[in-house]
């Protein structure tokens, strides 16, 4: 008796086919979230297309109805468009992107994305994804209509024929799926919003199944700064991906492909590399064994490397922070908007990263609930899996009772009127899952991002202390101005008396110089008079500087107040530019007279980048 | 009295006005009223405001609010005392809303204000043409008054065979001027906290049956019916019983009645009868005539602590009866006493607490 070989049970399985099985582990897991998954691959495929050909984004989103579970998604962008013979390969091969074996840092990472939206759609409803594009260089567009064989991971190109499209350029997919449609917290307009909040740059118009349009306009026309591809630095690899560049290389020897495939390897590192490991020096890096592999990973980390470069990342920066959420949030009126923080690039496993957190405070934001955190990997929103995300863990882990934030024994999210944005920027983001929902709690990560949130902190606790200082001053303004002079008239006018002359009783309960301001708004700016008053028994003089909370001065911002006598008053007038719909105050500084004395204004700090100070301090 | 009114609200004025044009900063100083503050005065055997006072300077923004709301209501009476007019606490509140800076946040705030005016100037609310929006409570016995009508006649009223069952109602303004006590016949005034307690006496002749007058209190005494209770005392020789329920806020009622209360320390020497006597309910009371009772409420306890700081209560008797109080855990209601029958109180309780305390020789 031979019995059957058992190798027949078995049979390969392709990517796309074990995807149609397992749907749920790229976010396709309930028929409201597809919807949202089919958006969400397409416009972060759009921003990365756009970022690359340096075109400020124009977005189109529409989803329409076509029947009760049955929706048509399409999204359109200005991007530089994708070759005719390249897209079944970039919408219908998993795995396939120019970015897979480059290390730099993009919105997709995998090529995963929009394939996998395309088999959804395919598996749901039977029919073909639409693919308009247009290259700059060509005269017509190319409508495709592509289906994706799964046994082969590929895309089919079921039709495909010139069209004329009125754009230069640019791509635009329309994916049939089933689903359903919601609004809320994890809806499409949410995840909109905050895509244009880290997105100034960018136009984007919504169409949402009812017909309702929404517009994001752009804020600024600066484009981000395009990150660089970098070879891969040795630390963040696997045996299994050094194998992998190994036997892609095209180098001879083993040496030459470690100081020529790698970042920071020079030959006298890879030298040192090959000796700690035992692996031949000219040995075909082609045939690269599992077990030298292990060696290798090893002994990276024996020698000294430098950590990558960092122009590989592309932040946010922290114009484009400061605009994304003024623009989204300024129907809010918030009170403060923080100076952006981004934190020095670090290194995690070999890949570079960094953190970047702004926030915004009071006005009419909900101040009973925990804070609004607002997530983002790579530029792009996450939406689901808070919990489990390290930016959240971080969040609750900072104490943040010593900035005046409600907190419940200085752990767990804040309550109070403010949001928070964190945007964690890698070559690599340690997600979670494949769904790429939420960044995994690396150790270096966390202190990253805690050290950036108690920086923005720092700031919005010496915004509430100015507040309060504030606030001081403009009662006892209130009671030399007001409560006083009342008083004064009334007795008199009790007696038939003439009115008592105070400013002797002023002088001697205030012993203050105020400085009190009052704004009108001028076209796209705000006319501001600061009235200096001298309620102390002698003549004072001094230099008086203003920087305004939003905007700047026109003009110079530092003025001499010469000898202004007990009981007067000084007048200055200056005009602040601002984008900002509100005028949300002035700081004013002295130098040259007893800050005790003074009454709405701070000393002069020794240097002036007092507002930069709250950046310095760690480590 | 309308013109020594006026100078002394006028001098105060003045002091702030003088202060402020010396270049001095105005302050109003005052007793500081609070349970810390009161002491027993030998002479008037009352409880009066002691040494510590308080100062409302010009220097914090709450001291001057306060000056400028004190100021405004000063005008605001000598207003009313030029046009011959009253009004009540309630409508002086409600016409500070046309007073800008100096208008008054809450009736509390208002209420309280013309109280620090009396203490600070020695004179009364009566003085100052402000009345409480309530009356003061009900009596019934032999009693001759004659009160002012609104025609400006005296009109002479037997507070017995002159009213109805509800009895006479006791005028906010009870000074001579307005009312006056002419002669009784009765031995003893009987001060009762509830309405039903005051029905139940009524209904079984009590008045007559001992000769005394029944006052109806309304829980805690408007000021007009400790006034009311201190001429009685004075001038007619009438010893004070009061009956009240059996709790630490009936406690509380019979204080201000006999020694005088916090609020009003600056004049207990008029409204407080230092020779009143409390026939109950006590805490004793439930004990030996085993009346139904409730627990005490967390409320009740800590007021009973407070009671036994309170130097008003530092007798023995008094210390006694409240640490029997939170010892049994228990307080009672006056009307307890029908658990024995409607005729128990008027027939065997009263007699028995009245022979006590002597009241009825």
Known sequence: MVSKPPSSHYKEISIAEF??????????????????????????????????????????????????????????????????????????????????????????????????????????????????????????????????????????????????????????????????????????????????????????????????????????????????????????????????????????????????????????????????????????????????????????????????????????????????????????????????????????????????????????????????????????????????????????????????????????????????????????????????????????????????????????????????????????????????????????????????????????????????????????????????????????????????????????????????????????????????????????FTSGIDPVLVHGAEPLPGDWSIREEVEEDEQ | MNNDVKKVLESMVNRIYNSLSEGEVPEIRMSSRNRDNIVFDQISSVWKYGPSTVSRTLKTADGANYMLKNIYMIDFILEMLRDGKTSTLREMYYISEGWGLGKFGTQDESDMMAEDLEVITSLLREDFRLRPEENGASIIGDLTIEEKSRKGDFKKINCRDDVGEAGYTIPNNVESEKLKIKSTNAKFVLALETGGMFDRLVENGFDDRFNCVLVHLKGQPARSTRRVLKRLNNEMGLPIFVFTDGDPWSFRIFSSIAYGAIKTAHISEYLAVPTAEFIGVTASDILNYDLPTDKLTDKDIAALNSELKDPRFQTDFWKSEIETMLQINKKAEQQALAKYGLNYVTDTYLPEKLAEVGGLR
């Open chain 1, 19 to 588: 995807f149609e099985k397992n749907r749920h582990i790229l976010g396709f897991d309930s028929p409201q979230k597809s919807v949202f998954m089919i958006v969400k691959e397409a416009l972060d495929n759009s921003l990365d297309a756009c970022e690359e050909g340096r075109y400020l984004p124009e977005i189109y989103v529409e989803i329409s109805r076509k029947a009760e579970d049955v929706f048509a998604i399409t999204v359109r962008d200005n991007g530089p468009g994708i070759e005719r013979l390249e897209i079944p390969k970039v919408f219908g091969q998993l795995l396939y992107g120019s970015r897979f074996h480059s290390v730099r840092q993009s919105r997709g990472q995998q090529g995963i994305g929009i394939t996998a939206a395309i088999l959804y759609g395919q598996i749901t409803t039977g029919e073909s994804s639409r693919i308009v594009t247009r290259t700059p260089d060509s005269d017509v567009g190319f409508e495709i209509f592509l289906q994706i064989n799964v046994r082969e991971n590929r895309g089919n190109v079921i039709s495909e024929k010139p069209v004329i499209v009125n754009y230069d350029h640019g791509t635009e997919i329309t994916i049939t799926a089933k689903g359903k449609y919601q609004v809320g917290k994890q809806s499409v307009i949410e995840y909109l919003k905050e895509t244009a909040v880290v997105n100034p740059d960018m136009n984007l118009t919504f169409v949402d199944p009812d017909g309702r349009k929404t517009i994001f306009k752009r804020s600024t026309e600066v484009l981000p700064e395009p990150s660089v591809s970098i070879k891969p630095h040795p630390l963040g690899l696997e045996p299994g991906e050094i194998i992998g560049l190994a036997s892609t290389s095209t180098e001879k020897s083993m040496k030459l492909f470690l100081s020529g495939e790698f970042n920071r390897v020079s030959e006298r590192v890879a030298q040192e590399i090959l000796t700690i490991s035992g692996v031949g020096p000219e040995a075909d890096p082609k045939s690269l064994k599992a077990e030298s592999a292990i060696k290798l990973q090893q002994a990276f980390r024996k020698v000294k490397l430098m950590p990558p470069p960092v122009d590989c990342l592309s932040p946010l920066g922290e114009e484009y922070i400061r605009r994304g959420l003024r623009t989204v949030y300024e129907e809010m009126h918030p009170a403060f908007y923080s100076k952006p923080v981004m934190r020095p690039v670090s290194v995690y496993s070999g890949n570079p990263f960094s953190v970047e957190v702004g926030i915004v405070y009071g006005g009419e934001i909900k101040a009973d609930d925990q804070v609004k955190i607002i997530r983002y990997a790579n530029k792009v929103p996450l939406l689901y899996q808070a919990g489990a995300c390290a930016i959240t863990k971080a969040i609750s882990e900072v104490d943040w009772r010593p900035y005046g934030m409600d907190q419940k024994q200085g752990i767990g999210i804040p309550f109070g009127p403010m949001i928070i944005l964190v945007h964690v920027f890698s070559t690599r983001v340690p997600y979670t899952s494949e769904s790429k929902e939420a960044i995994a709690a690396v150790p270096e990560i966390s202190e990253e991002i805690k050290f950036a949130l108690k920086s923005v902190a720092r700031g919005l606790k010496s915004f509430m202390n100015k507040n309060e200082r504030r606030e001081k001053a403009s009662e006892k303004f209130d009671l030399v101005m007001n409560i006083i002079p009342s008083i004064g008239r009334k007795c008199a006018s009790i007696l038939g008396k003439e009115e008592p002359k105070i400013d002797m009783v002023i002088s001697r309960i205030a012993n203050t110089v105020f400085i009190n301001e009052t704004h009108s708004k001028n076209e796209n700016c705000f006319d501001v008079l600061a009235k200096i008053f001298n309620y102390t028994t002698e003549e004072r003089s001094f230099d008086l500087y203003a920087e305004p909370f939003d905007g700047e001065v026109e003009g110079e911002a530092k003025w001499t107040i010469e000898s202004i006598p007990p009981a007067s008053v000084r007048e200055i007038k200056f005009r602040v530019r601002t984008e900002a719909e509100r005028y949300s105050g002035t700081e004013y």
